[in-house]
């Protein structure tokens, strides 16, 4: 939703900034949603995380949509993923010039 609503407050901006948040906001939930279980929870909050995994598990069929940890959770565990963010980075391919444009929109969002 947090995600959603920086694109609802960019709708004046030009078509090639909308577009390019679009494409870091879906990298920032792809990344959160990967990230969560393992690099974003307190210790105390991985029970809850587990039990959220086997329920949504227990429930699943065929047509249900995977689960998706940013549906769940929100601010708090986005900022966190903000702060891990350099160190995931770092570990891609992105060439500088992707990187600074990146590195702008993400400062944007934080603003």
Do not use: C
């Not at 959770?73 to 992105?94: C, D, I, K």
């Amino acid at each position: 939703m947090i995600l959603n609503e920086w694109g609802k407050y960019l709708i004046n901006a030009d078509e090639e900034r909308k577009r390019l948040a679009s494409e870091v906001a879906a990298g920032l939930k792809v990344y959160f949603n990967k990230a969560l279980g393992n690099n974003l929870l307190y210790r105390f909050e991985r029970g809850q995380y587990t039990s959220l995994i086997k329920a949504h598990a227990a429930k699943a069929t065929s047509s249900t949509p995977p689960f998706e940890p940013s549906s769940v959770y929100g601010a708090e565990h986005l900022l966190r993923l903000f702060v891990n963010l350099p160190e995931l980075l770092a570990h891609t391919s992105m060439d500088p010039e992707t990187t600074a444009v990146l590195k702008e929109h993400l400062a944007h969002f934080l603003r």
